[in-house]
């Protein structure tokens, strides 16, 4: 099993990694990219929600 200590810094890195694919830059610090993916992602499920409901 996985600690939560690794897994929230494979959360991390991953939220780094898709914030340079998405914005083509690195983030300022690891807090930029976190509060950017949750933005990100928040965006995604209200276009989704938008749809079931079309």
Do not use: C, T, Y
Request: charge should be negative; aromatic fraction near 8%.
């Amino acid at each position: 099993m996985m600690s939560d200590e690794r897994w929230e810094q494979l959360a991390i890195e991953g939220a780094i990694h898709n914030f340079i694919i998405i914005n083509g830059r690195k983030p300022a610090d690891e807090d930029e990219a976190v509060k950017w993916q949750r933005v990100f992602i928040g965006e995604i499920m209200a276009e989704m929600e938008e749809k079931v409901h079309e």
